[in-house]
Structures are given as C-alpha cells and as structure tokens.
C-alpha cells in the first residue's frame, strides 16, 4: 500500500498503546485531587415552564455540602456555537427536561445526590413544542421568544423557531422535472441517537491563589471550551486553563462545554477543587446527540437514469438550544447532493427548536440520515427504471475534475474505483443469493474539516524528539499517525517520539479533534516543523562536517553529507550549549477551497475540504417473520489518499460501520411528551460482538494536493453509508422498503405484512 | 452513611431469623444484579440486606433419582455447566445463557431470578414449563409452591417477607420429551426479551401424536404465564402442521402484551405466534433425534 | 450504620479500607484505593467496563458489593502484567495486553481492562475458543470504538500463543 516511506503509512502500534492495556493511562473520569469534592446538576423536571423559583436552602444546609449554586452565580452569558442561546442555569424559562438549573459539591457523592433531592423547583407549565411538525406549524408556540436577540453567526438564516436554514440552488429544478422522464418524491424519518462513548464526560476543577482555574476535562476541543469558560466566568481566556488527560471515545460528543462550567463555578464557590462527572442517564438526556430529522427528496431522471434535477428538504429537530443545528443543516445540503452529477439542484437544511435536548455534532453529522434518504432513492429509482442500482450510480456520479454541488473543483475522486471494488467484493453479481438474502449498495462523500494546527517540535539531546501539540487523541490513533508523519520526515523510528498533547497553556492552537482533521492538519503542522528543523539540522551540520547545506540528507537520525554524518542527538545537544535548544514551530491552515458563492445561503460549510469518496455494500438476509436481520458480509471500499496507518484506518472503518449499523437497526432515544423513555443502557440498544459482522475494509488511495503524502480524513465516513446499504439490501431480501430509522424487527415485519397483504406504505 | 444494614448469617436457620425480625424492611441478597441496581436506581430501599453468600447447601444441585433441586444460589453459570440440564431438559440451559454476559451469569442466580420475578426473566418460562415448585422456609416450616401460584405481578411472589426461598424443583423428563426456549429482542445480547417461549413436549411411541404439552412465555403478561389453551389443543393430537398453527394462535390469544419502548403490544402477539410455532418444531426435532 | 474494616486481596495483595457496607467493590478500588484500570461508566452491568475478576470469574464490580467481595481473589487489570506493578516493561506485558498492542485492537481504550479481564478468564476456561466463542465470551463488554473486530482478532492471538507456550513448558 505505502511504497516509498519508511514510517508513515506503516501499520505501527499505536504509541499509547501500553498505558491503554495496563490501566495506567489516566482518563479525565479517572483524575482527581487531593481534598476534592463532587458535583452534582439538579435538572428540570419539565419541558417547557416558566421557572417560578428554586429553593436551595434545604440543600445548602445539609451535611457535607460545601456549595450550592444557581444562575444568581453565573455570569448572564449565553454560549452556542452558532447562536449564542445557551445559558448554564435557566435564569426563568426552562426549555427541555434535563436543563440544568442549579448544582453542588458536596464532600461525598451520595452526600450531593441527597442535596439534589433537597432541591426544590417550582415551575408554571407552558405547551411543550415536541417535535418538529408542532414547531414549524403556523402560529407554533416560540421555544425562544426572544431568538431575535440572541448573537448568532450573521450569515445565519433565522426565523422564530427555526435557527437557520442553508440553501444550495444550482440552475432551475423546474427546468430539471420538465427534463425528467420520471420524478420520484419520498420522505424518511431518521431517529435521535447518542454517540455512546464508553467514558462519561467528567472535569475536575481547581483555583489557584493568581485566579487561574485549571480544569482537567475529556473535551475534544480544549481551545473552545476554555474559550466558552472564560466568557461565563467573566475572566480573561487566559486565565483559563484546560488539561486534557485521556478520553475515552467523543464521536463529536464532547465537543462543546459539558460539565467544565459546573466544576468551575462550583470550585470558585467552595475554595475546593471540584469533579463532576455525568451519568448514563444524563448522557441519554441532557448531552449533545445526533438529531432526528425529517427529510423530503424530490429527483427527477431520464429513463435512461439520468439525474436531471434533485429539490431536497431535510429537517431537524435541534431541541432547546441551537447547538451544532446550524452547521449541521448546512452540511447536509451537501451530502443531499451526494457525489452526482445533477445539473439542477434545490436543497435545503433547516435547523430547528423543539423543547427536548438540543443536539449537537455526531461522527459525520447529517451523514448518515442525509445519505440514507439519498441513496435508499437511489434504490428505488433503479428499481422503478429497471435498471441495475450498481449501474444507476455509475451513471451519475462524479468524476475528476467535475463540480460539486457549490461548485468547488473535485480533485483526487477516487469514487468509481471504491465502488467497483465494494461491489465485485460483496458478489454484485448474484444480488439475490437466496430467499430472503439479498444485497446492498450506498455511496458517498464527505469533507476534512478545516481549521488550524500548531506544534512544537523538539529534538532532545538523547536523540528522542518531543512533539507538542494543542491536538486531542480520542481514540483513533490520529496523534500517532501525526507522529509517523514527522518520523518519516525527520529521517527517526516512530519509536523515537513522544507526544504532549492537550493544554492550552502549553501545547500550541488546535483547531480540535473534529471533522476527521487531526491526523491530516497536525501532520501538515509537523511537516512544517520538520522542515524548520531541518534547516537549522542542516546550519550547525554543515559546519560540523565542513561541506554545505545542499548536500546534506536527513537519514537514520544522523545529517549525512559527503564527507561523514552527525547524530542528530549531537546537533541537539550542540545546539543546547550554543543555541537554546533544537526547537521549531510548525503551523497548518487547510486552504480555502473555491466554490461559488451565489449558490449558497445561510451555509457555514460550503465547500468540502480534500474530499473522500466511499462506498459500502451489505450481504444480509432477513427473517421475515421475526424481523430479525442477520449480515453475512459487509464490505468498505474508503478513498483515504493515503493509508498513513492502515491497520488504525481498518480501525475506524469496523468501528464506525458497528456504530452505524446501531443507528441503522437498534438504536433510538425515544422521547414522549418531552420525556426521554429509555435513558439507560438497557433500552438504548447498542451494538454488542455479537450484533456486528466482520467488515471487510478496501483502502483506495487517490492522495490529495494538500493532506500529508496526500491523506485525506478517515475517521467520519464509515458512519455515512451504513443505513442506506442495509436499507437496499433488506428491500433485495424481502421486497420491503423502511424509510424510517432505525429499521427495528418490529418494522420490518409490520411493512412486510402490509405489503404482502397488498397495502402500500 | 451507608443506605441499609448487612448482615451475614451463616446458617439458614439465622437468615430466617434474620428475615423474620425485619419483615418487609429487608431484602436477602445473592447475586444482586437485580437488587443492587433497584437499590441504586432508588426503586427498591431495603434497610436491611441480608446476605446469602455463607449459608450453606443453597448453591447445591441435586439429582435425585428422577427429581432435580436447583439451590437458590445456583448461578445461571452453574446451570450451564450441570450435566444433568445437558439433555432434553436443555431449555433451561437456553435460557440460562441469553441473559446479560458472562459477569451477570457468573453472579446471577436461580433464586434471584424467581424471587425478583420480572415479566421478562428468561428462566422462569423454563420453569414453569417443566412444572417446577419453588420451596420456600419460614419460621414456621418449609412449604412447596408450584411457580405458577407462586408468581403474582410484575416482581411480586407469594414469598412472605419472613420466607427464604430455598430451591426450586422439577422432574426429569420422560423418553421421548424435549423441551426449547426461544427469544425475540432488539438486538442478539444483553437483552431483555421482548418475548420469550419455553416448550416441553412428551410424543408417544410412534414420535407422531404429542402426549403433553407444556408451552410458557415471557415479557407478554404481568408474570411469565402457562399458555394453557395452546396446552390442551397439542395433547392428544398428531404433532406438526395444523395443531401447532392452532396451539400458536390459542398462545396468541392468551396473552396480554403492553406497548413500552422495547415493542408494541401488536408486535409482541405476533411474535408469540411465531415463536411458539418453532419451539414446538424444535422440540419434536430433538425428541426425534434423540430416539 | 458504622463503617466496617474490610481487607480484599487484590492482585494477591491485602488491602484495607474501613468502609460503610452499601460500597461497590467498584467505588472502592476507584475512590479509596486509587486504582483507576478498572473504568467506571453505565452502573448498570450492562456496558462492562468495570469488569474484574473474582476467583478467576468476570464480574461487573458496579454492582458487586465491596463487603461480599472479602475472602475472595480479585483480579484488576493493574495486576495481569508480570511485573505486577502494570509497568509496561518489556516483556512484561501479559501475552493478552500484548495482542491487544500489536493487533490494533485499542482505540480509545476505556473498554479495554474490562475487556482483557473478560478475555482472559474466558482462555483460562477454554483455551481454544472458535471466533462464535470468543464473540459470546465478550458479549458483555461493549466497545463503541473498535466494533470488536480486531479485539476478537487479538484474543485468538493470545490464545495461540498461551496454548502454544503451555505445550512448551
């Protein structure tokens, strides 16, 4: 796979491996201080109510307790990343069950759960706004009354309860339905899910004696929640500092501020570091999941299968804050897209309020559900037109040098040879083995999400080399791969490195460990770095060994000229005496992709960065009297560029397709009259070793102009396809078609019955 | 401060006396994964825990002649190791080895699961489709319940606050018996059934015509019920075709699902259909295979 | 009512804490005892991550109590490196924790003590398990990483290579 590169694109252990399997690796649920106390949030019990008053006294007073706060002591500050509508504590409306409205510490946890319970709200009920059709009907209640207030992104596009609603127009879709042989109108449902990360999000915060707070945290985004933090405890950022010790899974979970708020306010109160930690039932309640939607497609194509127009709508339901809402809805506009030529285009993301949690980012967010209405038409266009869904797709999609939806330039489309792969792997041939088996096909694209990178790179007088990086490791071995990057450039082993990540008083700016951009944007900043550090390598070398700089190479750690070679451990060491040190800053911004703008609205993403290209198929059969679904193979063709680590890369790919297959067959929060039916692992099914299959993964590398060795972003894609393939591949098995997610027994066998008894659906 | 008192009595006779002293205010502890987790969701807040882990002879199997006793404290991972459940008694073992993982079963006891009585525990429909008696000892003596008077709604049993619940007890199948158990969920572990089936069957000489029948199901009624209609329309007749579509739909009829989260009511009656239908395929399958 | 003193023998050391009785063995290792490998999530028994073993048995210690836990050999991940101090020494590593590493079955790694604990009371039981074996042994530890591929790749690993140097010596 790598020809030519010693380290990157090796599939070498990952460096962190050895904590990970001795328990000695420290996660932020795992830290704590001396003299600490816990924290706990007491939580609306109601939808939407105005908050009459809450009654902390009982509380205040009961043993063990060392603070007790409310919004009296949090700065009138509203946080969001698109709209600035969120506030720690309710101050007077209360918008969804699980809002927190107050919080304390106490010197035992069983001590604060006892003071939570002494805690007492009184609320005046309003209507709930529960879903998404009672938001957007005319004349529905407002979930926020003064939306017009709050600070947003100003491109946003805001309307009572809808947050923003982004818009892609290419050309005329009415020129397109009168060009169209056939047009096809379907809607799907797609259902709230989390992202289950194993670790719950936890912080632990501690003041000092200057007015610093520290707070020691699982976020993906350290630079964004000490940012967020400084605002709503009114200091400077500065004086804000966050550690990152481990984290145990985010998927876009921890993203934003969590609990840090409520560690901190309650450390400053109390004069005692502070760890609060959520709970399963918190996580299925109060977090940041994915958003149910509600997606209208319209397509029209010639009867030879050609897409001649495409209006798409996809709502969704956001819950009380805005969140990721915003964003998400302009993603999705171009996932509705879908790498396919269509020459005329309408499509729409909406973002809207409702009185349930508000969502926010979740591995590849509006993926999965945009695609799954994309590509489960797809289906059933091919399937009305006769013709092969394999062939429909090749007829249509994108090659290189062809236009996006906002009509960026695809380069490095490696979209054809991934679904050729995918299809012969899976038996394409034979689509329908037996009764009741059949198989599935689903395409997409996706971004590496930009942003900024910096690092520190040092090579220490050992001949060890140091990288500092403002970056968070999740789990995905991105810091690794970054590190193979900089081995390979640096002429050491992997084995040589040693990574400092996550602090933003002493790693450089990370744009965060989001949009699959970590391994892709750090390894960039590395090569930066490296080739500073070979300069000045090169400097003191060139004297030493009495020749000029361009002779010299960088190999098997040593500068290697014409006459002899250096160490770099001396260089290092040399530079320490005479020098300050063998030291560089590395830094990396993706460049802007172009795109036109006059064919975007309200849109915050309109342009996918380095773009990958995938496809997934799916051999399952279905028992149709039960419902059950059983997958005999499933298959991953992913353009990845470059391989950088391709047993981690495999990684992803079998992870992300098990998490997917959970939203695709057995995973929902259920909600019902504002109130979360399921908030426990018990009823939120996900899926255990024996609900996934083997996933066979087929790395196609179509290296990009900007990644490092021309790596594009792995981590998001494999969350994409999932419930679209299994979707076509169960109507192949059964003949039944599930426009809703997720696609449970219960369904399946409820729509077969139907169909079979003649009715339509 | 800890929420309830323990106490570890070391002989059956003391946990009586134990239990008899604290009534209603104590909860006897085995394996716990039913009573600690009610305990920690704050559904169940026993002042007293009275732990069962050194009284002896309540973790034994006995086999006596045609007579099997399972100790309350016989784990689910007992139960599948017994050699004695191997056989046509294995649905026992089927529903034994669906519930939770491993840490749950290696904890998780016969006793615990009867006691905790749950709509939709997995070894009960096994035992009261093998006709089992619980045996219960108070102070005032030992009594024997068949399950099915034993179990009176959603985790309530005729066990009085002073009675410890000792073993439960059934017989050794007949020749030409086998028994199934079969599971619907949502996903294939660490599942709560959304419905569940126990089947015995005994078929006569000639493997043709069933001569008892015994069908059970779960997760579809306030306790784990005998499906007695579908019972009387398999004895006596041929087995197969007509009569199990008939026993299923009579199953269908005599249950009283709930929607909830896990499954619509609809969904559930449908699936006993089902269900039924192929543990009694099942159970004429293994009988004739061991002949 | 009072605390009580308890010792548990973990990793065949004694430990004591004076504890009231209501404890997890899980709250206990994590809290008093400072021994974070063994993670703590759900509460529940349902996602694992807490797994110990108890005289060689996988157990959920969120639901275990710390008092019917005396007596008994208890098992965390800190003491299955040969070294026993979970130093990652070369060499050192227990040939599951080596599998782990080399396989990439490790990602996050919040699941992974619990499930290596699950892993290896299971070949300690079964020293050839097929895949559908080593799936079913580990059926009780979600990981929401990896979806277990490489995890069921690593523990056959480790089971070939245990019953190859148990053929050895």
Same mark, same amino acid.
């Given at each position: $796979? ?9 599939s ?32 609306s019990a109601?939808p ?6 809450i009654?902390?006294a009982?509380?205040?007073?009961m043993?063990?307790?060392r603070?007790?706060i409310?919004?009296a002591?949090a700065?009138?500050?509203?946080y969001?990343?698109?709209?600035k509508?969120?506030?720690?504590? %309710? +101050?007077?409306?209360v918008?969804y069950?699980?809002q ?5 510490a106490?010197?035992?946890?069983? %001590?604060?759960e006892a003071?939570?319970?002494?805690i007492?709200?009184?609320?005046? +009920?309003?209507?709930p706004?529960l879903?998404l059709a009672a938001?957007?009907a005319?004349g529905?209640p407002?979930v926020?009354?003064?939306?017009r207030?709050?600070?947003a ?5 805001r ?6 609603r ?24 797609t ?18 004696s200057s007015?610093?707070v520290t707070?020691?945290s ?13 605002d709503?405890?009114?200091?400077a950022p500065?004086?804000?500092?966050i ?10 979970g921890?993203?934003?501020?969590g609990?840090?708020?409520f560690? %901190?306010l309650?450390?400053r109160k ?6 609060? $930690? ?5 996580e ?7 958003q ?11 009867r030879?299968?050609?897409?001649t127009?495409r ?7 956001t819950?009380?804050?805005a ?9 999705a506009? $171009? &996932?509705?897209?879908?790498p ?20 926010g980012?979740y591995?590849a967010?509006?993926? +999965? ?8 038409? $797809? ?8 013709i ?13 040098g ?6 960026? &330039?695809?380069?490095?489309?490696g ?20 009764p009741?088996r ?12 930009g ?18 990086t ?7 071995a ?5 590190a193979?990057?900089?081995a ?6 992997l ?5 400092i ?13 989001? =949009?699959?951009?970590t ?7 590395c ?5 500073e ?9 060139a004297a030493h060994?009495?020749?000029t ?13 014409p ?9 290092a060491r ?6 300050g ?9 993706a ?17 996918f960065?380095?773009?990958?290209f995938?496809?997934?198929?799916v051999?399952l059969?279905?028992?149709a ?11 991953v063709?992913q ?16 992870g ?13 929060i259920?909600?019902?009259? =504002? ?7 018990t ?6 070793t024996l609900?996934?299959?083997? &996933? ?14 021309g790596a594009k ?7 994409v396809?999932?419930?679209a393939?299994?979707?076509n ?7 039944t078609r ?7 027994a219960?369904?399946i066998?409820l729509?077969?019955s139907?169909?079979?008894?003649g009715?339509?659906? | 401060?800890?929420r ?15 239990? /008899? ?12 994964t039913?009573l ?6 704050g ?15 309540l ?13 309350a404290r ?10 004695a459940l191997?056989g ?14 491993h ?31 619980v ?5 005032g ?11 009176l709604?959603?985790n309530?049993?005729a066990r ?10 059934f ?13 619907a969920?949502?996903?294939?572990a660490?599942e ?10 005994v078929l006569d ?13 779960g997760?579809?009624?306030?306790t /784990? ?11 006596g ?7 199990f579509?008939?026993? /299923?739909e009579a199953a ?13 009511a609809t969904?559930r009656?449908?699936?006993v259909?089902v269900?039924?239908r192929r543990?009694?395929?099942?159970c ?8 | 009512?009072?605390k009580i003193?308890?010792?548990?023998t ?13 404890r ?7 809290t008093?005892l400072?021994?974070t ?11 694992g ?13 969120c639901?275990y ?6 007596g ?14 979970g ?5 050192a590593?227990?040939?599951l ?9 490790v ?23 097929t895949?559908?074996?080593v799936r079913?042994?580990?059926a009780g530890?979600l990981?929401?990483?990896?979806g277990?591929?490489k ?7 480790a089971a070939?290579?245990?019953a ?5 010596s």
């Amino acid at each position: $796979m790598s020809t030519g590169t010693r380290v990157a694109g090796q599939s070498l252990p990952r460096i962190d491996a050895p904590g990970k399997v001795t328990g000695s690796a420290v996660y932020a649920a795992d830290f704590a201080l001396p003299g600490m106390l816990y924290g706990k949030v007491f939580r609306s019990a109601e939808p939407h109510a105005r908050l009459v008053r809450i009654d902390t006294a009982r509380a205040s007073a009961m043993p063990g307790v060392r603070a007790v706060i409310t919004a009296a002591d949090a700065a009138d500050v509203r946080y969001g990343a698109a709209v600035k509508d969120e506030p720690v504590f %309710a +101050p007077d409306v209360v918008r969804y069950v699980g809002q927190p409205l107050a919080a304390v510490a106490a010197v035992t946890l069983e %001590a604060a759960e006892a003071a939570l319970a002494a805690i007492e709200a009184v609320y005046e +009920p309003r209507p709930p706004v529960l879903d998404l059709a009672a938001a957007l009907a005319p004349g529905a209640p407002l979930v926020h009354e003064r939306w017009r207030a709050y600070t947003a992104i100003p491109i946003l596009q805001r309307d009572g309860n809808v947050c923003n609603r982004a818009r892609i127009v290419v050309g005329d879709v009415e020129r397109g339905w009168v060009e169209a042989d056939h047009v096809f109108e379907h809607r799907f449902t797609t259902a709230m899910v989390h992202q289950g990360y194993t670790e719950p999000r936890a912080a632990v915060a501690a003041w000092d004696s200057s007015g610093q707070v520290t707070v020691w945290s699982n976020t993906q985004l350290p630079f964004d929640v000490q940012a967020t933090l400084a605002d709503i405890l009114a200091i400077a950022p500065s004086k804000v500092r966050i550690i990152v010790p481990g984290v145990g899974g985010g998927f876009g979970g921890k993203l934003r501020i969590g609990v840090e708020h409520f560690a %901190a306010l309650l450390a400053r109160k109390s004069g005692r570091p502070v760890k609060v $930690m959520t709970t399963s039932e918190e996580e299925l309640t109060a977090a940041y999941p994915r958003q149910g939607t509600v997606i209208e497609l319209k397509t029209g194509v010639t009867r030879d299968g050609r897409l001649t127009a495409r209006q798409g709508r996809i709502y969704f339901d956001t819950g009380a804050f805005a969140g990721s809402g915003p964003g998400v809805a302009s993603v999705a506009t $171009m &996932v509705l897209a879908g790498p396919y030529r269509t020459p005329n285009l309408h499509l729409e993301g909406y973002a809207v309020y409702t009185n349930k949690t508000n969502c926010g980012s979740y591995r590849a967010p509006s993926g +999965p559900q945009a695609n799954f209405a994309v590509e489960s038409q $797809m289906d059933i266009i091919a399937d009305a037109l006769g013709i092969d869904p394999l062939e429909l797709r090749l007829r249509n999609i994108v090659h290189e040098g062809d236009e996006g939806p906002t009509g960026q &330039v695809l380069t490095a489309v490696g979209l054809e040879e991934c679904l050729r792969r995918a299809a012969d792997a899976i038996g394409w041939a034979d689509r329908r083995p037996a009764p009741g088996r059949g198989k599935g096909l689903a395409i997409g694209w996706w971004t590496t999400t930009g942003g900024s990178s910096g690092v520190y790179v040092k090579i220490n007088p050992d001949g060890s080399v140091t990288l500092n990086t403002g970056a968070v490791e999740i789990g995905t071995a991105a810091l690794t791969g970054a590190a193979q990057v900089l081995a390979e450039e640096l002429g050491v082993d992997l084995a040589d490195i040693t990574v400092i990540s996550g602090d933003t008083a002493s790693t450089p700016f990370d744009f965060g460990a989001q =949009g699959s951009r970590t391994a892709f944007a750090v390894g960039n900043a590395c090569r930066a770095a490296a080739a500073e550090l070979q300069r000045k390598l090169f400097e003191l070398a060139a004297a030493h060994l009495k020749t000029t700089e361009d002779a010299l190479a960088l190999r098997d750690k040593h500068v290697v000229g014409p006459g002899g070679r250096v160490s770099l451990a001396e260089l290092a060491r040399q530079s320490q005496v005479s020098g300050g040190g063998m030291i560089a800053h590395g830094t990396f911004i993706a460049p802007g992709t172009a795109y036109d703008t006059k064919r975007v609205e309200g849109h915050v993403y309109p342009a996918f960065h380095s773009p990958s290209f995938h496809a997934h198929a799916v051999d399952l059969s279905v028992d149709a009297e039960t419902g059950e679904v059983t997958i005999h193979k499933y298959v991953v063709a992913q353009d990845v560029g470059f391989a950088l680590n391709p047993i981690y890369i495999e990684g992803q790919i079998e992870g992300g397709v098990a998490q997917g297959l959970g939203q695709t067959l057995s995973e929902e929060i259920v909600y019902r009259d =504002g109130r979360v039916l399921n908030a426990n692992l018990t009823d939120y099914k996900m899926p255990t070793t024996l609900d996934v299959p083997r &996933v066979e993964s087929i790395l196609v590398e179509h290296p990009g102009r900007v990644g490092p060795f021309g790596a594009k972003g792995v981590g998001e894609p494999p969350n994409v396809e999932p419930p679209a393939a299994v979707a076509n591949a169960i109507a192949a098995a059964v003949g039944t078609r599930i426009t809703s997610l997720p696609i449970t027994a219960e369904k399946i066998v409820l729509a077969h019955s139907r169909d079979a008894a003649g009715g339509t659906h | 401060m800890s929420r309830f008192e323990y106490h570890q009595p070391e002989s059956m006779a003391d946990a009586v006396d134990l239990a /008899a002293r604290f009534g209603e205010r104590a909860s006897f502890l085995a394996g716990g994964t039913d009573l600690i987790v009610q305990i920690e969701r704050g559904r169940a807040a026993p002042g007293h825990v009275i732990g069962l882990g050194r009284v002896p002879g309540l973790d034994r199997v006995d086999v006596d002649g045609r007579r099997i006793s399972l100790g309350a404290r016989v784990t689910h991972r007992a139960l599948e190791r017994t050699p004695a459940l191997a056989g046509p008694l294995r649905c026992l073992v089927e529903g034994a080895e669906v519930i939770g993982g491993h840490q749950v079963r290696n904890v998780a006891t016969v006793g615990g699961n009867l006691v905790n009585a749950s709509p939709a525990a997995d070894l009960v429909p096994c035992l009261l489709a093998l006709d089992g008696a619980v045996s219960l000892v108070g102070p005032g003596g030992e009594r024997e319940l068949p399950i099915e008077r034993f179990l009176l709604g959603p985790n309530r049993t005729a066990r009085r606050p002073d009675e410890l619940l000792t073993r439960v007890g059934f017989s050794a199948l007949p020749p030409r018996a086998a028994t199934a158990f079969l599971k619907a969920g949502r996903r294939r572990a660490m599942e709560i059934s959304v419905v569940c089936v126990a089947a015995r069957l005994v078929l006569d000489a000639s493997l043709e015509r069933c001569l008892e029948a015994r069908v059970a199901l779960g997760a579809v009624a306030p306790t /784990a019920v005998r499906a007695h209609g579908a019972e009387r329309l398999l004895e006596g007749q041929p087995v197969g075709g007509e009569a199990f579509r008939r026993a /299923a739909e009579a199953a269908q009829e005599s249950c009283r699902p709930i929607d909830d989260v896990r499954a619509s009511a609809t969904f559930r009656q449908h699936l006993v259909g089902v269900l039924v239908r192929r543990a009694l395929d099942r159970c004429v399958e293994r009988a004739r295979r061991a002949a | 009512m009072a605390k009580i003193a308890i010792t548990l023998t973990i990793n065949g050391e004694p430990h004591e804490a004076l504890i009231e009785p209501d404890r997890t063995l899980l709250d206990v290792l994590r809290t008093d005892l400072g021994l974070t490998g063994t993670k703590t999530n759900c509460l529940d028994a349902e996602c694992g991550v807490c797994t110990v073993l108890i005289d060689g048995l996988a157990v959920n210690a969120c639901l275990y109590l710390a008092v019917v836990a005396q007596g008994r050999a208890i098992t965390t991940i800190e003491g299955l490196a040969s070294s026993g101090d979970g130093r990652a020494l070369a060499g050192a590593l227990h040939p599951l924790q080596e599998a782990f590493v080399e396989h990439g079955a490790v990602q996050c790694g919040y699941c992974i003590p619990g499930m290596i604990l699950s892993a290896k009371a299971y070949l300690d039981d079964h020293p050839r398990p097929t895949e559908a074996q080593v799936r079913e042994a580990l059926a009780g530890n979600l990981c929401r990483c990896t979806g277990y591929q490489k995890i069921v790749d690593a523990v056959l690993a480790a089971a070939s290579r245990m019953a190859s140097s148990a053929v050895a010596s």
